[in-house]
């Protein structure tokens, strides 16, 4: 994957406190990261280049630890980490023991306060940020419109025309991408609050609604309905909780948050035998939702928040007349009631699930417990932050039957990318693991191989020949044409020993938009020699997009769920996976690590 930011420092959301939950520690991650801000406060300010290094290199280095940071700083041996000198491993130190460094507080105080935020803005390096403080003054992203609209910026040597639009362009973007969170984030924030709704008395029933129950790849705030007969003593336990940055609105049914980290969360209590048909009404789409009214009033109902009733006016049906002074107890009986199946909540997009619905052809959706094994998935042999037994060892806990190893090839120096003697020399190491027994899990030898500007592959085939499956992907030169950049990756997709292709656009949720691409074209060429495009499930990719993977699915292309992990925490993203996947309406058949250990084998062996 090589995301030079972490999911974390994308997005704060990923880490602190979150309503009531106090932060664990300041672990090997969160220090790198301020050891490279570190540096980049360095730089901004003009320091010697080899001390703005130093503090980069550092940060590789922890992020390349094996061992627990804590231990290591315990026993007094960071300095034995190439990399990190002494005045370093003493701010690591303090970093460990107090999670405080003043020399980094007074650093971030002597730059003007919105410098650094400058640093988000895609294609604005240290630098570019530099040259603009330096030469127009420019300290927060308003000064920085400011100097786009006026010309000023296009002036400035390494810049020109087409920069300053992309800056603009950017800062457009970033606003927009602020207003939402990535739905793994949300969740995780989600979750902590719906339990303990869950033990209050007063609460009869809880469930999150919204585009988070939908499993929206990202969501603009987070929707919680409470069944309950007090919703006033719930209103009241819900605004007082610790975490809350302002309450926005107080209600006896409904009342809105906002957390700390910035996301808003809203609360609707709702009487019991109202909450099937509110659950319903809050978790769709709103083009669902207009069609299910819809057919709801063609049948001489009306249906909304607080239930399914005849019209005013309208003859009751015999069903409705059963039900009267009754609850509706589940979605499945309000939409039996609509001469429906049951739609499940991610399918709930108003993208044919009604019609399927009404045919009784709806897909029998992939779960979580289908995935037999996952692909992609990087060590410390490259950009990944566990070894090989480790993340070994942490799939088999999953109990899968196999995990597919597929670190960075060569030309990925900036993720640490092997040579060709590194990388057969992990491949005879996979292959001793394997027949030593130690795992239940088996360890597929792969490799994430880089589609190069020109479509070729970075390793011959008479080295791809030799590992089990590759993972073809780009991570460098995303700026080519539609045109251009779909002919480089039909002309990898045909390498025969192309398995895979990875994170097919390119894109960073609410960071970096995708590539141009053709992807109807790609898809065609995929099915046609027979290469398998990746659901990568990194909770910033979630790529290819489930818009796409219907039709795709029904022409013949064949997924894999793939964690694009670079920890052994990561490999849990698969769950994020398994989402797009149903949102995306796939079966176990349409994808390939559903299938048992022997089936993958002899699939892979053929291919």
Same mark, same amino acid.
Request: proline share 3%.
């Given at each position: ?83 990190? !000198?002494?005045?370093?491993? +003493?701010? *690591?130190?303090? =970093? ?7 020399? #980094? %507080? /007074? &650093? $971030?105080?002597?730059?003007?306060? !919105?410098?650094?935020?400058? +640093?988000? *803005?895609?294609? =604005? ?7 603009? #403080? %330096? /030469? &127009? $003054? ?470």
């Amino acid at each position: 994957m090589c995301v030079p930011d972490s999911l974390e420092a994308h997005n704060s959301l990923q880490r602190g406190r979150t309503f009531g939950m106090v932060h664990k520690y300041m672990d090997k991650h969160d220090i790198a990261h301020i050891l490279d801000e570190i540096g980049t406060l360095l730089m901004l300010q003009g320091e010697n280049p080899f001390k703005i290094r130093a503090y980069h290199n550092a940060a590789r280095a922890l992020e390349n630890l094996e061992e627990d940071l804590a231990v290591v700083v315990k026993e007094k041996r960071l300095e034995d980490i190439p990399g990190i !000198g002494e005045k370093i491993a +003493l701010k *690591i130190t303090m =970093l460990v023991e107090t999670e405080r460094l003043p020399y #980094y %507080e /007074k &650093l $971030k105080k002597s730059m003007p306060e !919105g410098l650094l935020a400058l +640093l988000n *803005i895609p294609g =604005l390096g240290g630098k570019k940020v530099k040259a603009l #403080y %330096e /030469k &127009l $003054k420019i300290k927060k992203v308003e000064d920085l419109v400011d100097a786009c609209k006026k010309g000023k910026v296009a002036k400035l040597a390494g810049f020109g025309a087409k920069t300053q639009e992309n800056i603009l362009n950017s800062i457009v973007k970033i606003e927009t991408y602020g207003r939402r969170v990535l739905w793994w984030t949300a969740n995780r924030i989600a979750k902590p609050i719906l339990e303990q709704l869950s033990k209050l008395k007063e609460v009869k029933q809880v469930e999150i609604a919204g585009s988070l129950r939908r499993k929206l790849e990202t969501v603009g705030d987070v929707d919680i309905l409470v069944a309950s007969s007090s919703p006033s003593r719930v209103m009241e336990w819900f605004t007082k909780q610790s975490g809350i940055d302002k309450v926005l609105a107080k209600g006896p049914t409904k009342s809105s948050i906002r957390l700390k980290e910035g996301l808003q969360v809203d609360l609707r209590v709702i009487p019991e035998n109202q909450f099937a048909a509110a659950l319903m009404y809050f978790t769709g789409s709103k083009d669902h939702n207009i069609k299910i009214r819809g057919r709801a009033n063609a049948q001489g109902l009306t249906l909304n928040e607080y239930g399914l009733e005849p019209l005013t006016g309208a003859r009751k049906r015999k069903t409705m007349t059963k039900l009267t002074g009754k609850k509706l107890a589940t979605e499945e009986a309000v939409y039996k009631i609509l001469g429906l199946s049951y739609i499940p909540p991610e399918l709930r997009e108003d993208m044919g699930e009604i019609a399927a619905a009404e045919k009784g052809k709806l897909p029998t959706l992939v779960e979580e417990k289908d995935i037999k094994g996952v692909f992609h998935c990087h060590t410390t042999e490259s950009d990944g932050h566990n070894t090989l037994e480790e993340m070994v060892a942490a799939a088999q806990k999953l109990r899968w039957q196999y995990l597919g190893i597929s670190d960075h090839s060569k030309s990925s120096f900036q993720a640490n990318g092997m040579d060709e003697d590194r990388l057969f020399e992990q491949v005879g190491s996979i292959r001793k693991l394997n027949k030593t027994k130690k795992f239940s899990t088996y360890v597929f030898a792969g490799l994430e191989c880089d589609i190069l500007t020109s479509g070729k592959l970075d390793f011959p085939d008479s080295v791809l020949k030799k590992l089990d499956f590759v993972i073809v992907s780009i991570h460098r030169s995303f700026n080519l044409d539609e045109k251009t950049m779909t002919a480089r990756i039909i002309k990898a997709i045909e390498n025969p020993y192309a398995t895979m292709l990875g994170h097919l656009t390119g894109r960073l949720l609410l960071k970096r938009e995708p590539y141009p691409l053709n992807i109807p074209k790609v898809i065609d060429a995929c099915i046609a020699n027979h290469t398998i495009i990746e659901l990568n499930a990194h909770p910033m990719r979630l790529d290819m997009d489930w818009r796409l993977w219907h039709k795709a699915a029904d022409k013949g292309l064949k997924c894999s769920i793939n964690p694009d992990a670079h920890s052994t925490e990561d490999l849990q993203y698969y769950r994020a996976g398994v989402n797009i996947a149903r949102k995306g309406w796939l079966e176990r058949q349409d994808i390939l690590n559903t299938l048992s250990l022997a089936k993958v084998k002899a699939y892979l062996k053929i291919r």
